[in-house]
Each structure stands twice: as structure tokens, then as C-alpha cells.
């Protein structure tokens, strides 16, 4: 993706190291240890997906997800719901 080499491109830019230093990729990402653009944008739709399946019924949201997937199937049950403030009252916020 051409995101990726904008993203690596930065990284090298950050870290100040040229093309003519031959360091590779993978070096500059175990320097920086940032995710790939693709991770995080999957990681983002997967928070984005749980919360919009947890949104009220009546949210249009929540409507356009439930026309395309069934949520009230079984592959669906046996996943942990949380919410803001329960993982607040267990102590494991993100920030």
C-alpha cells in the first residue's frame, strides 16, 4: 500500500536516516515499534464494529450494521461485552 511506504517514509525522516544508510524496514519499525498503517486501521474498525453493535437498537447506526451482519447470531454470544465504565471500575482504561 502506498500508505505503508508514506508511513515508513516518515518514520526514516523522524528517526533522521537516509537511503544511502541500507537500513531496512523491519529495523526502522522495531526502532520506532509502531504498528503498520493497515494494523491500526483494522484495529479501528474492529473498536468501531463493537461499539456500534452495542449501541441502542434504535440508533441508526446500529440499524445499517444489523442490515448487513446478523448480530443476534451465535458467533456473536460468546463475546465479552464491556463497556467505558465497567473496564473503569476494573481499572484497565486506556489512558
Known sequence: MQI???HMRCQRQ????????HISN???SSHTRLA?????????????FGHIARLSEEVPAHQA?????DLSSSA???LEVSSWSTEQQMGRSGS
Not at 36 to 48: L, P
Open 4 to 6: 505503508d511506504a508514506f
Open 14 to 21: 523522524i528517526l533522521g536516516i537516509r537511503l544511502i544508510d
Open 26 to 28: 523491519a529495523t526502522v
Open 36 to 48: 503498520s498503517v493497515g494494523e491500526q486501521i483494522a484495529s479501528r474498525r474492529v473498536a468501531i
Open 65 to 69: 450494521l444489523c442490515a448487513l451482519v
Open 76 to 78: 456473536w454470544s460468546g
